[in-house]
């Protein structure tokens, strides 16, 4: 259409026919063509009006390509192995001029479609990468959720069965006690009563002290003391598990000099919870054995048993809030999984660590390191 408009202006009139104006694939031995002037109208090409008023009417159409004009008085033939994109025009004779066709070729069409593909190509890949980045983030979040909704369910299950059985205990044992007060095993009942209260209490004490932990409401009360008598006395409350147990706790390998700072409630929580574990985890007749050596700026204490052990590719989920190793002999055990992440945190918080040697035989061996001074 550019090249008719402006021919018809110095060509005497253009065909601008289906047949005659259209796009259609030209040899490229054809540009330019070398065909002797016939007249006025091959004087036209050389014409630098007629070439700016063709640059003006291709930019009207937004064609921005180089191109390449040349007349013949022959229909150039297509060569479909070896073109170049280009429109051919028909000038019918008039006068004393024969018949000739005008063709406009332009050899960088198919780079700049190229380059504009790329563009829009590249646009398209971005689009598609962030819908499948987001659409990625909103399957995992949902994900997230239903695990933490599967893990909520099992926590409150868990905590009726927990809560439960000690206070069918206490509910027993005090309807014993009102039916015959005058007994002599209301001893044994009131020990019950004990024993189940303060189980209660300790794992009510231990979800509010990791949530309040959590929220950064907690400062810890620092004070000089020894390790050597701060294990002495968690052992020693918790005597009547061990006699229940009949487990042999060892603490002799640690020396007496050794001091650290710290929280006295929250460490003898600590060490309490992971005492607890020894016992509970294990088979056989349970030796705990306590030992703590010098480090750099610090003490290490270790926490050896024999129990049933973890995997090693469990050593760093244990510490997770609500894990627990789906196990059978495990889940025998009551509880939330919040003693080792309780534990974490606690050490975390007076600058330490704990860390669970996997390197072990048989049973575990905790590692818990704590500055001299925190």
Request: glycine content about 6%; hydrophobic content about 40%.
């Amino acid at each position: 259409m550019a090249l008719c408009s402006t021919l018809e202006e110095y060509g005497g009139g253009a065909a601008c026919t289906p047949e005659t104006c259209g796009v259609a694939p030209v040899a490229n031995d054809l540009l330019p063509a070398s065909i002797e002037p016939t007249g006025n109208r091959q004087e036209i090409l050389e014409n630098e009006a007629f070439r700016e008023d063709l640059r003006k009417n291709l930019d009207f159409y937004n064609i921005d390509l180089n191109y390449q004009i040349s007349q013949s008085q022959c229909r150039p033939q297509a060569d479909a192995n070896n073109a170049t994109p280009a429109c051919v025009v028909n000038i019918p004779p008039h006068t004393d001029q024969p018949e000739s066709f005008v063709t406009l070729a332009f050899p960088e069409k198919e780079k700049f479609m190229s380059g504009n593909l790329k563009y829009m190509i590249g646009a398209s890949m971005l689009i598609l990468l962030f819908t499948a980045i987001v659409l990625w983030l909103a399957n995992w979040w949902l994900m997230k959720q239903k695990k933490l909704l599967n893990t909520n369910a099992e926590i409150y299950n868990s905590m009726a069965h927990e809560f439960r059985t000690p206070l069918t205990n206490i509910q027993l044992a005090a309807s014993l006690l009102s039916k015959d007060p005058a007994s002599p095993g209301n001893i044994k009942l009131l020990d019950i009563i004990t024993k189940e209260n303060s189980r209660l209490i300790q794992q009510v004490e231990r979800v509010l002290h990791l949530a309040r932990i959590d929220n950064g409401d907690y400062a810890l009360r620092n004070e000089r003391m020894s390790l050597k008598s701060l294990v002495a006395s968690v052992i020693e409350d918790m005597q009547m598990q061990i006699e229940e147990k009949k487990a042999v706790v060892s603490l002799e390998q640690i020396p007496d000099t050794f001091e650290i700072t710290g929280d006295r409630q929250h460490l003898t929580n600590a060490f309490r919870n992971l005492i607890d574990n020894a016992l509970k985890y294990s088979v056989e007749k349970p030796v705990i054995t306590i030992l703590a050596r010098e480090e750099q700026d610090g003490i290490l204490i270790s926490f050896q048993d024999n129990g049933i052990g973890i995997p090693a590719s469990r050593s760093n989920q244990i510490f997770d809030k609500f894990h627990r190793i789906q196990d059978t002999q495990v889940n025998e055990q009551k509880g939330f999984g919040l003693g080792l992440a309780y534990v974490k945190r606690i050490i975390e918080l007076h600058k330490g660590f704990i860390k669970l040697d996997c390197g072990m035989q048989q049973g575990s061996c905790f590692n818990v390191y704590l500055p001299k001074h925190s």
